[in-house]
């Protein structure tokens, strides 16, 4: 059944992508695009990570600046919004809180979804109340380049079952799927570098975002 059959019908399918987005790049849009149209999402909410807690590592670029460029990252598509609640939300931004904040706010006959890279998903159980996760929402795990989730132990651990290819049902009802998105090799770690040490960034980050950070003189170091 395709998005527009789902919504004829009152049926919504939200997906949650959380992130840094330290910048947001056309990488991260291009993923949660694909998501978007392959489990007929009715919208991809984008929640930026407000105080991240696996990366107190380094500085991290206001949440003012963050926000207004995911912003203007996704403001030509409607198919995509952008949340605060992790801004609101005093402390370090934990996920369990996030998706229980949008579980319990669910409508009748509404689904939830929860996209996370590969990479984030092999370090699940360093989270806070992972295993709390899995009977909240779905799971969309996303490809990335030597990172296995199958070898993971938490699949095995929290009793998921393999159903079809690629989908495991966890005994909550919720199920995991592993998803195939088309590789673009741009990172925000990368991006930061280039601007670090002079070069170009066009075509790696929207338009939008290209003239925001030079208009801010963000990532100069």
């Given at each position: 059944m395709d998005r527009s059959e789902l919504l004829r019908r009152g049926k919504k399918r939200v997906g949650l992508f959380g992130g840094t987005f330290d910048p947001i790049h056309l990488g991260h849009l291009r993923c949660a695009q694909e998501v978007g149209e392959a489990?007929?999402?009715?919208?991809?909410?984008?929640i930026l990570a407000a105080t991240p807690p696996h990366k107190l590592d380094r500085p991290i670029i206001s949440t003012e600046h963050r926000w207004e460029m995911v912003r203007l990252a996704i403001a030509d598509n409607p198919f995509f919004t952008l949340s605060d609640?992790?801004?609101?939300?005093?402390?370090?931004s934990y996920s369990i809180e996030t998706i229980s904040?949008?579980?319990?706010?669910?409508g009748e006959g509404e689904r939830l979804f929860f996209i996370v890279?590969?990479?984030?998903?092999?370090?699940?159980?360093?989270?806070?109340?992972?295993?709390?996760?899995?009977?909240?929402?779905?799971?969309i795990v996303i490809?990335?380049?030597?990172?296995?989730?199958?070898?993971?132990r938490v699949i095995k651990s929290e009793g998921f079952q393999k159903d079809e290819?690629?989908?495991?049902?966890?005994?909550?009802?919720?199920?995991?799927?592993?998803?195939?998105?088309?590789?673009?090799g741009i990172s925000s770690t990368e991006i930061r570098r280039a601007i670090r040490e002079g070069k170009s960034i066009k075509y790696l980050v929207?338009?939008?975002?290209?003239?925001?950070?030079k208009k801010q003189g963000l990532y100069q170091g």
């Open positions: 489990f007929s999402l009715s919208q991809v909410i984008f609640v992790e801004i609101r939300r005093e402390g370090r904040y949008y579980h319990h706010n669910l890279g590969a990479d984030a998903f092999c370090e699940i159980e360093t989270w806070r109340d992972y295993p709390q996760l899995f009977t909240l929402c779905d799971f490809s990335r380049p030597n990172f296995d989730p199958l070898r993971t290819r690629d989908q495991f049902l966890h005994p909550s009802g919720h199920s995991l799927y592993l998803h195939q998105v088309t590789p673009i929207p338009k939008e975002v290209e003239e925001y950070i």
